[in-house]
């Protein structure tokens, strides 16, 4: 898939990704939608990169929806009744698919599914579709310029993109209840008290700040372990009991002690840097291990 | 309803919830018990209303529940043999209603249901459901001479108002152990260190700082999108996967992009306040949204 | 069973549950896994007993498994090829239980169960299962000295012992996701700021201090209502709704109130220590209340 709307950048093993459309301070439409899944699907299975660095072409990361297209500005079927059992049993229906499933939430819910690390290096505002898309990310660094707002109640319309999933796993339920009733723009210094954000960077560090941290997590590292790491927190730790942890960590380990394992205690019996081969385009078989109607 | 334990006054948009029983510390009933569910039942569909503001009558918040009554202390009906098959199946069960199930647990399944905001002030002790029925607010602001206690385990009993799913939530696991164990009474400095409450007041200003706070997350708010994100957030963010928040999610900025929507991205591209008219009282087809035997 | 690398030591009412084989570290074992099964579940039915107290002999806690065996260092029979449905449909088959199921996921699911309160004193090295069997702990007190790592990375390996689950819980996501993609050891002031651990100790001080800490939680309280209140956190919080820990608390509040529940008013009211009779190892008839294939 050829983009329009962002670019796709490899630089020594990790994925810039840039949000491109700087003249609209990169307001997301249906079109960015379809190419950030795609991007993101693609790095998952690209062996040569293991990390991803997200950010904005511009002063701007992403100044939410883009309201000034015509018709419905969410790209929505006006004509259709969509019910609760549609959602459930019906979301891949062309219909469902194209007309009523929110565009942000496909895009997180790839995020989600990624088997890469992926880091926010959020550059300039940040608002609406443009906060929340910075919630499935493993850790967002900012620029001190950045700004936030999940500011869709001032629209009338409601939280989207997983964020009423996401947002109170990261600030807690009642942060995450002021800031979508606040609906307002609040500034890098809130979204890094309230640990929105991890920390904050002078601008014309934030990239390369960005990049050196996504490289120091995935160096000597087994893009596998990553890989699962990554599934198993996000999965296992929303699982109503532990034991649904220890059925996966238990494959887990399996797999990966009789893979790349091997070699990792080889390398620490030897004291040396492991070599590691395994592929994350290759995962052991019960990858992924959701059921249906659990899968995203 | 007419209320003899509590009163419900409507200020400016704002319901103030008052527990009355001054000569008992508003020690709770099973009779305060029902006009709490009624009170917040009513005021989820009263549309004059855009928040609620909880306080107590005189110096205390809540004492806990009334021990000096006669009988089973706690409302419960002794002749009875519970198993958790009936809790399953039977809790609506007119014996299990009354005699089984847990007074505290009614109100704060009301709570969470309720769709406004629910603020606290919280003017004194507040002790055992005191403690407890603070959980399921959105958020607590106190007195400097509040204090807080879930004091279950030094009656030998447990917790109870569904503060063992509510308080990790909030305070974190750790703590709600911790605060489980010890059982006793801590002052307003430690509930604001553990985040517990949300802000530390003057006695005196209290509760117009609550209804202000109150107030300032309704202002110019659609009342759908409200109730909304309130749901969303406590619902979806507790499902074991985001695809589920996705579902729900699609369909409220679906239904609120066809109604108040429209009106706030013409009020945002005019650069004017919205005028929303979606209420509360007519929520979309699709909420509620749980199936049984999810709902409470 | 005799326990040999472990010690297993009452005083005053707390276990004293010491990790004991100095001369490797305390590393871990198949043969320590089994031994640390068999002593939660003895702890928890022991009605001389109030809490736990985890300690390591000599200066570490525990080094992490013990990687100088021959053949599967993680004891895993290299002939089996285990699916996601045998680990749902098999998990106690002889051959999936002794050669698949992760040895540290048995330790804290046992922990996981436990009726009593359990307490970290971590008094050195404590990495890999050393670090993630602390988790289910329900608190970790730590010497200056302590240091901290979930090195699965490192080794080609993934997260396990439950720690998907449990460690977000306490640390958060975020946190969680960054020391297991860093997989590197660090320091017991990292460890408290993060709040992995409660706080700091002297190092000659750290196992009084954690024994008082254990007693004061425990004293003039109920077993029964100690019991369920760590058993009610733990599984109530994770349920996606309320409504699951209102059954629950229902019949916890109904069962202690006809039993320890009169002793403790009656105490109240008298003004006097109460003296609680029921038995931790004689739970209400609704214990466990996890249907399969819920339970661990």
Redesign the interface.
């Given at each position: 898939m050829a983009y329009s709307t962002i670019r796709y950048e490899i630089d020594d093993g990790i994925v810039r990704l840039t949000l491109n459309r700087p003249e609209r301070m990169n307001a997301f439409t249906v079109e960015m939608c379809d190419e950030l899944v795609d991007a993101y699907a693609r790095a998952s299975q690209d062996d040569g990169i293991g990390a991803i660095v997200v950010t904005g072409e511009g002063k701007a990361f992403c100044a939410g929806m883009d309201?000034s297209v015509d018709g419905?500005?969410?790209g929505?079927d006006?004509t259709?009744s969509?019910?609760?059992e549609d959602?459930?049993d019906k979301?891949d229906d062309p219909a469902i698919h194209a007309g009523?499933?929110?565009t942000g939430?496909r895009v997180?819910?790839a995020m989600?599914d990624c088997l890469k690390?992926i880091v926010g290096a959020v550059n300039g505002v940040a608002v609406g579709i443009g906060s929340t898309m910075l919630l499935?990310m493993?850790?967002r660094l900012a620029s001190h310029t950045a700004r936030f707002g999940f500011v869709?109640?001032?629209?009338?319309?409601?939280?989207?993109?997983?964020?009423?999933?996401?947002?109170?796993?990261?600030v807690?339920?009642?942060q995450?209840?002021?800031w979508?009733?606040?609906?307002d723009i609040f500034d890098a210094r809130e979204a890094l008290e309230k640990?929105l954000v991890?920390s904050l960077h002078a601008p014309d560090t934030l990239m390369e700040d960005a990049c050196a941290f996504a490289r120091?997590?995935?160096k000597?590292?087994?893009p596998?372990?990553?890989a699962?790491?990554?599934q198993?927190?996000?999965?296992?730790?929303?699982?109503?009991?532990?034991?649904?942890?220890?059925?996966?960590?238990?494959?887990?380990?399996?797999y990966?002690?009789?893979?790349?394992?091997?070699?990792?205690?080889r390398a620490?019996?030897e004291k040396r840097p492991?070599r590691?081969s395994?592929k994350a385009s290759e995962m052991p078989?019960?990858y992924p291990?959701?059921r249906p109607?659990?899968?995203?």
């Open positions: 309201l419905n500005v969410f929505l006006e259709l969509p019910t609760i959602m459930r979301l009523v499933r929110d939430g997180t819910l989600y690390p499935p493993d850790f869709f109640g001032k629209l009338g319309i409601t939280l989207e993109a997983c964020s009423s999933w996401f947002l109170p796993r990261i807690g339920l009642e995450a209840l002021e979508g009733y606040r609906a640990k991890r120091s997590l995935v000597d590292r087994s596998q372990s990553i699962l790491i990554r198993m927190l996000w999965r296992n730790s929303a699982e109503p009991r532990p034991i649904e942890a220890h059925r996966i960590e238990s494959l887990a380990v399996f990966t002690s009789i893979a790349d394992g091997k070699e990792g205690v620490f019996r492991p590691f395994a078989a019960f291990w959701d109607p659990e899968r995203g």
